[in-house]
């Protein structure tokens, strides 16, 4: 009797933490979309007139390719986060237990990251020349003349730098759930 009911203890503690993880994993695919898709619409509509020494001069987030890939990049992994997202709805509605597919969440959300790490650091890159100039190169700063500009961008690079961390604990919780003992290879003992 007693150990019925450690057994029903011990399987709805699993329970419980199974949901828990399911809910903890749906909140940082929802915080991650919506930090991506807000930071590609604000990169795409980033925008600005100004007059520098007198003659107006645009800003726009196609001038510079490491900004057009930066939005591209959040862009696509905003779509591949949607599927992701719509696929782990339709497994816990349906309580899926099968755990093949903890390894292709793994994969697809190391992807994601790396996408989103890249477009972040060319952004990065540029959004720095343009705030600080290099001298070295004759560069000068722009954002003393575009603040406008400068501020939408910055804002869109931090928004997707947060779904980048969500992706990347994201891709850590997947490996951690693919590492566990139902996943480890069958130990062959020797009767020797």
Known sequence: MQERKQEESVVMEKKLRQKWGDLIQIGLRLA????????????????QTALVYGVPMDAKYGYASAFKFFAFANAIASVLALM????????????????NHH????????GVTALLLSGCSAATAIGYVGKH????????????????????????????????????FLTVLSAAKYSTPQFAPLQVQSSI
């Open 32 to 47: 991650g979309v919506g930090a991506s898709i807000a930071g590609a619409c604000l990169m795409f509509t980033c925008h």
């Open 84 to 99: 992701s997202l719509s696929l782990t709805l339709m497994l816990w509605r349906h309580r899926v237990e099968a755990t």
């Open 103 to 110: 390894f292709f969440f793994f994969l697809h959300d190391l």
């Open 133 to 168: 100039g290099n001298s070295h190169a004759g560069w000068v700063p722009i954002c003393d003349h575009f603040s406008s500009f400068c501020h939408r961008a910055m804002a869109a690079i931090g928004l997707s730098y947060f779904s980048f961390l969500s992706f990347l």
